[in-house]
T-cell receptor
Framework: AQKVTQAQTEISVVEKEDVTLDCVYE???????LFWYKQPPSGELVFLIRRNSFDEQNEISGRYSWNFQKSTSSFNFTITASQVVDSAVYFCALSGENTNAGKSTFGDGTTLTVKP | GAVVSQHPSWVICKSGTSVKIECRSL??????MFWYRQFPKQSLMLMATSNEGSKATYEQGVEKDKFLINHASLTLSTLTVTSAHPEDSSFYIC???????????????FGPGTRLTVL
């Protein structure tokens, strides 16, 4: 069975602070994919990043960066110099291979509030 | 990027009625689509996998007779909530898997969601 744990239910920061959202996953698949999504109040999921299990390179995209560590089964997400528009619910998700292909298991989400 | 649409975006219905939600892949053919449900302030939970031309596969605890899924074409899957009750009020989101790009990336595209309110 697949499992994703986002231990932080809510985080509140002041604008321009850096913030890291944690994600820990469990899977028995050899090949798997990790995702981060942003869900604003409108509800529509906004895709942020996808990482496959064979690519442990960290990635930076503007103010966003991701740290994938297979040894600790973690895929953490950092927002640098946060802005009010970053306020949303962020989900980490996992999909696998074979019978788990395409099926995303989501964490419970972290609600990020960025105050001006 | 690929686009997945859902219709309607929101619906209000009376208890006991049935509601149909459509999920369309607009610029690719999706042999597989997925239906998720999200209750307020909760995570997305997979309900079922919709396979074109065959029966849907339901996750444990999801009533297949209540949530009817039809995937009649490569671009359309429908979810019908039969005899809806207030506890079925939720945000329903579909995703479609692009088989071409999914081979190496498991790419899937999410629809914008349908908010169902049952009175």
């Amino acid at each position: 069975a697949q499992k994703v744990t986002q231990a932080q239910t809510e985080i509140s920061v002041v604008e321009k602070e850096d913030v890291t959202l944690d994600c820990v996953y469990e899977t028995r698949d050899t090949t798997y994919y990790l995702f981060w999504y942003k869900q604003p109040p409108s509800g529509e999921l906004v895709f942020l990043i996808r990482r496959n299990s064979f690519d442990e390179q960290n990635e930076i995209s503007g103010r966003y960066s991701w740290n994938f560590q297979k040894s600790t089964s973690s895929f953490n997400f950092t927002i640098t110099a946060s802005q009010v528009v970053d306020s949303a619910v962020y989900f980490c998700a996992l999909s696998g291979e074979n019978t788990n292909a395409g099926k995303s298991t989501f964490g419970d989400g972290t609600t990020l509030t960025v105050k001006p | 990027g690929a686009v997945v649409s859902q219709h309607p975006s929101w619906v209000i219905c009376k208890s006991g009625t049935s509601v149909k939600i459509e999920c369309r892949s607009l610029d690719f053919q999706a042999t597989t689509m997925f239906w998720y449900r999200q209750f307020p302030k909760q995570s997305l939970m997979l309900m079922a996998t919709s396979n074109e031309g065959s029966k849907a596969t339901y996750e444990q605890g999801v009533e297949k007779d209540k949530f009817l899924i039809n995937h009649a074409s490569l671009t359309l899957s429908t979810l019908t909530v039969t005899s809806a009750h207030p506890e079925d009020s939720s945000f329903y989101i579909c995703s479609a898997r692009d088989p071409v790009s999914a081979a190496h990336t498991d790419t899937q595209y999410f629809g914008p969601g349908t908010r169902l309110t049952v009175l």
